[in-house]
């Protein structure tokens, strides 16, 4: 039970400085960085073949299940020719490639150990140029894991981490000093993080994180390019920290929650652009920490839609130099909050004469040219006192919280300063992007349910009138 | 309601006495209610004013086609909380108070029947009636969101209808007890909207005050909160429908982490405790007092 309060006390905390508790975390095993190999010596049945294999080979296994742990040590392509089942019998590394130019493809790699010390992982690549293609990676501790694999591509494969309590699981995915990786079309999921360490120009993109810690993690990482990509139930969406020249577009970040539970987190990151991404039920949509750092390029954010988030954007108060127009703020219980106080006058909300679509804009359109007549500012009493005091959000929604804005409104002496100003508020959203190909459910089942409510509630005002009461009806 | 007649009712004659009598007697009482002005108003108003929500939600979003039900459930839900407990309040305040008040009282008491069994098919009467309001406002703005296109699951509407039925007979319940304790149905009536009044803001007001003031720790925030029905039925929906209590901020993450499943449990038992404790404290005053 202390522990318990002790985490709910570290929770509270983390709303004020999420970033710095996370990061030791993967600094630690990973600085020392490559460990010992545990694949051992006595070779396998595949392992035997590969042996024998002249460099440059392509090698088609048979399928079946192999309890083995394999080492490819020389150029070679190596193909499943049916489901072949690669099986770590929970110990150690499965996998290991310390030769470059290897191909990996269409495998399935499982059970691996679950020591945290020494990272046990399905794949991992100690070599550059390595393509790892088409795998089912399963019950694993750490997934696919670069070391020094520059110019590798890493396609189609699906990740999938042990059921272990979040602190004790690995990294479905990891790139450390493997630059101009390419990472497309994977999905990972119940994993810690999927994450890039030290990696310039690696492209990211059409891949999809589900219920892990991080769904895509930026650790000193340039000139990468996030695109088409999906992180669902996640703490965290995609987290950036101290990286420069992040491209970020057409990525849905959905329903990341809980203690951090950003969409797209930035924490110390320059040169950023966020362009037609979306954001869904996060605790907060955007989260921004001190980014961008050096003033002298703004950070873009524009085209973006942000939907029923507890927090469209998070700013700290250091927030600075962000540029944020064009976007779609749609029902976030508060569109913009700063994280404790100040105001947010060194951001702008609007480039020449687009500011963004405000769900809870009042203001109107005479001359009908798209964007609203009064400059739209947000000041409620109740948001104010919230960023300040975060555990008055336990009144959200109830009448009391209406009186308090109520107050706000018509008492100007406690009437809050605006903390920003949208001087060209959009009157139409701007076209969604990254909206989901198509939504399976429709309106019938609400429609039925609320039919039901009603004769349901009708059928109980008939039940007095029924004629059937006989000498009762004489009332 | 000027005159009853106890006479056995062919549907009813299977039934031990007992049981026979409540149920007549919830009968005489959903009768009374649904032919009432107050019935008929409260309903109205919490239908339409559901509607005007449902439709204020369903623009807001600005034709996207992205719609957050979990702005129209904090709609709904701050609905619910101001009109169910008044409604369930000033019905629960007239029922004893008002027949007292006419010597009704006394030509009920003068019958086989005891004092429970009165309380008992008021109770059941008046919850009927209220259950009718609240489906029927509910219900129709599940149909307004559905044809403004909204995709969403009807549990989330079966949930808050249900908790909302909950939250209806607390207040009721509480209700009747202020109406066997009053003399005249009008001093009963005002107690019930003073309470009501409390209950909605001065309680809320109050709480917010002292976190602020005396810097409240969430835990003993989310205690204090529990005390409140209202704040249990609002916690309770947003944990049924949204199965985040997170958008409460810290404290809402401190009831999930500490007590994670066991919070439907925790709020089905405030709940109850409001239905049962002030009926059994109305049940106890109402046998012990002259029915003049």
């Avoid at chain 1, 040590?73 to 019998?89: F, N, Q």
């Avoid at chain 2, 703005?141 to 007979?169: D, E, H, V, Y």
Wanted: glycine letters at 10%.
């Amino acid at each position: 039970m202390n522990r318990l309060r002790l985490l709910a006390a570290v929770a509270s905390l983390l709303a004020c400085v999420p970033a710095q508790a996370t990061q030791p975390d993967h600094a630690a095993p990973s600085a020392d960085a490559p460990t010992t190999s545990t694949v051992p010596t006595t070779l396998g049945e595949i392992g035997r073949r590969v042996a024998a294999a002249e460099p440059g080979a392509t090698l088609v296994i048979e399928p079946g299940v192999y309890h083995e742990h394999l080492r490819l040590t020389k150029p070679l392509t190596i193909r499943a020719g049916g489901k072949v089942i690669i099986d770590g019998g929970g110990s150690g590394d499965i996998v290991e490639i310390t030769g470059p130019d290897v191909t990996f493809q269409g495998f399935t790699v499982r059970n691996t150990g679950i020591d945290l010390d020494k990272e046990n992982a399905a794949i991992r690549v100690l070599a550059p140029r390595a393509v790892i293609k088409d795998n089912i990676v399963e019950d694993v501790l750490f997934g696919i894991d670069l070391r020094e694999a520059p110019d590798s591509l890493i396609s189609n494969n699906r990740i999938g981490g042990k059921a272990l309590d979040i602190a004790r699981r690995g990294d479905g995915l990891r790139l450390w000093r493997s630059d101009r990786t390419i990472v497309e079309d994977n999905v990972i999921h119940d994993g810690r993080d999927a994450i890039l360490w030290y990696s310039k120009g690696v492209v990211v993109r059409r891949n999809t994180g589900l219920d892990s810690r991080y769904g895509l993690h930026l650790m000193f990482s340039d000139d990468v390019t996030i695109t088409d990509n999906e992180f669902t139930r996640n703490s965290v969406g995609i987290y950036l920290m101290y990286s420069t020249g992040v491209e970020i577009a057409g990525n849905r970040l959905i329903q990341n929650r809980g203690p951090s539970g950003y969409g797209l987190g930035l924490k110390e990151t320059d040169r950023f652009v966020v362009r037609g991404n979306l954001m869904v039920g996060n605790r907060s949509g955007i989260y921004i920490d001190g980014s961008p750092l050096a003033p002298d390029v703004p950070g873009e954010f524009s085209a973006n839609t942000l939907a029923g988030n507890d927090v469209g954007i998070t700013f700290l108060p250091s927030a600075r130099g962000n540029l944020i127009y064009a976007n779609n703020f749609i029902d976030n219980f508060n569109q913009i909050a700063v994280a404790g106080r100040g105001n947010l006058d060194a951001n702008q909300f609007w480039k020449g004469d687009a500011g963004n679509f405000w769900s809870d804009y009042t203001g109107y359109d005479q001359n009908h040219d798209g964007v609203g007549d009064f400059v739209h500012e947000s000041a409620t009493l109740f948001e104010d006192l919230m960023d300040r005091e975060p555990s008055l959000r336990l009144f959200l929604f109830s009448p009391a919280q209406q009186a308090v804005e109520f107050v706000g409104r018509a008492v100007p002496a406690v009437r809050p300063e605006p903390k920003f100003t949208d001087e060209v508020p959009l009157m139409r959203p701007v076209p969604v992007a990254a909206l989901p190909a198509s939504s399976s459910s429709t309106r019938m089942p609400l429609a039925a349910g609320g039919a039901i409510l009603v004769l349901f509630g009708s059928g109980l005002l008939r039940l007095v009138r029924d004629p059937a009461g006989g000498p009762g009806g004489a009332l | 309601m000027t005159t009853l007649s106890l006479a056995p009712n062919p549907a009813l004659r299977s039934p031990p006495s007992a049981l026979r009598n409540t149920l007549t007697l919830a009968r005489r009482e959903l009768r009374d209610a649904v032919r009432s002005r107050w019935f008929l108003l409260y309903t109205l108003a919490f239908t339409v004013l559901g509607l005007a929500v449902s439709f204020v939600s369903a623009a807001g979003t600005g034709g996207s086609g992205l719609s957050g039900f979990g702005r129209t459930t904090a709609g709904l839900v701050n609905l619910v909380l101001l009109v169910v407990p008044l409604m369930a309040l000033s019905a629960g305040a007239a029922s004893i108070a008002s027949d007292r008040e006419r010597g009704m009282l006394s030509y009920l008491f003068s019958q086989p029947m005891n004092p429970s069994e009165l309380l008992l098919g008021k109770f059941l009467g008046l919850a009927a009636a209220l259950l009718a309001a609240i489906s029927l406002g509910l219900g129709s703005c599940a149909l307004i969101l559905a044809w403004k296109g909204l995709r969403t699951n009807p549990q989330s509407m079966f949930w808050l209808c249900g908790l909302a039925f909950m939250l209806a007979l607390g207040m009721l319940s509480v209700g009747m007890l202020i109406s066997t304790l009053a003399r005249r149905a009008s001093v009963a009536v005002g107690t019930g909207i003073f309470v009501w009044l409390m209950l909605v803001f001065v309680s809320d007001l109050a709480l917010m005050a002292g976190a602020v003031a005396l810097r409240l720790r969430i835990e003993t925030l989310f205690a204090a909160s529990l005390v409140n029905p209202l704040q249990v039925f609002k916690m309770w929906s947003l944990h049924a429908v949204d199965a985040n209590l997170d958008v409460l901020g810290p404290a809402g993450l401190y009831a999930v982490e500490e007590y994670g499943a066991l919070l439907h449990v925790m709020f089905a038992g405030c709940m109850v405790a409001w239905v049962v404790v002030p009926l059994l404290l109305a049940s106890v005053v109402l046998s012990r007092r002259s029915p003049l």
